[in-house]
């Protein structure tokens, strides 16, 4: 199968990789979705990273290349800080590649960088120009130890959490209090009226506009769609689905080629190929377990 939106070459064959979770502490679930580490011993990775929220990676082994929306590619670092995309992005890692990271809530995002989410959407940066040098020193350190067998997955999480807890900085009351509702209206439906949004919002329309592309990389509108696409995704790549199920994801679309177009500009694939073993990495990432950002 060729990777959409790149000329040539194959994906990464199935079972190949492991991806394994490890669920926040209770003082890190506000800033955290799920910790991960990821690992392929194969000399050549390939796969697509559906939109998602942002970041904070470490690669202690391999060097890639992500496929940037308008044109052009981002390198990968040792300590690195995907931003929150808002469409599906290919990339290719010469392996072996090992991954250890946390995907960020948008909470998390703003309380480690303070960066504008919408200004630096669908970009892979070199964590040493955003965040705190001591942060990105230990990372660096973190990624040694990794690769001398020193410390396993398990420890660079721990640490991981530790150093996004010491460098996170809260954002005003207002704007948390924002944030949850914002959270709360996407989990409300597939499909959610923009309305509801601004009539539970205490900031005015335009205000409330502006808040939300700034914590979460998009407008109201277009954030919507992006979490239509992702959970129709993770309900899609399931195994087999229920009758209301199916009934709920198409009645959240216009018609069948509409959820076509959406789900592979979000996720980067035909709904078709959601549940096929050619696409193991994009199935774990648009698992339900990754949209726990979605507080209902």
């Known amino acids: 199968m060729k990777r959409d939106g790149l000329a040539g070459g194959e994906l990464t064959s199935p079972n190949r990789f492991e991806l394994e979770y490890f669920e926040p502490g209770e003082e890190a679930q506000q800033l955290v979705t799920v910790f991960y580490h990821f690992r392929c011993d194969d000399p050549l990775v390939r796969d697509i990273q559906p939109a998602a929220v942002g970041h904070l990676s470490l690669f202690p082994r391999g060097k890639g290349r992500m496929s940037l929306p308008d044109g ?15 469409r599906a992005a290919p990339f290719e890692v010469d392996g072996p590649f090992h991954a250890v990271g946390a995907a960020l809530t948008p909470l998390g995002w703003t309380a480690l960088t303070g960066l504008h989410a919408q200004d630096h959407a669908n970009r892979l940066y070199d964590a040493k120009n955003w965040l705190p040098a001591d942060l990105v020193e230990q990372g660096r350190a973190l990624c040694e130890a990794y690769r001398e067998d020193e410390a396993s997955a398990p420890t660079l999480v721990e640490q991981l959490s530790q150093m996004i807890l010491s460098s ?24 959610p009226d923009v309305e509801d949004l601004y009539a539970a919002s205490t900031f005015s329309k ?30 899609l790549s399931q195994p087999s689905l229920s009758k209301e199920e199916e009934a709920a994801i198409h009645d959240a679309f216009y018609d069948q080629p509409h959820m076509i177009h ?9 709904p078709a190929r959601l549940a096929d073993d050619e696409s193991p990495y994009l199935k ?13």
Do not use: C
């Open 72 to 86: 052009g590619h981002d390198l990968s670092h040792e300590v690195n800080l995907l931003t929150p995309f808002v």
């Open 168 to 191: 996170a900085r809260m954002p005003r009351p207002k704007h948390l209090e924002l944030m949850a509702i914002t959270g709360q209206w996407l989990a409300s439906s597939l499909l």
């Open 206 to 235: 335009r205000q409330t506009q502006r808040l939300v592309q700034q914590y979460f990389g998009a407008s109201p509108v277009t954030l919507r769609r992006k979490y239509r696409a992702l959970r129709a995704a993770a309900v």
């Open 262 to 270: 959406e789900i592979r500009e979000f996720v980067g694939r035909t």
């Open 284 to 296: 774990e990432l648009t698992n339900a377990k990754n949209l726990r950002e979605l507080r209902g």
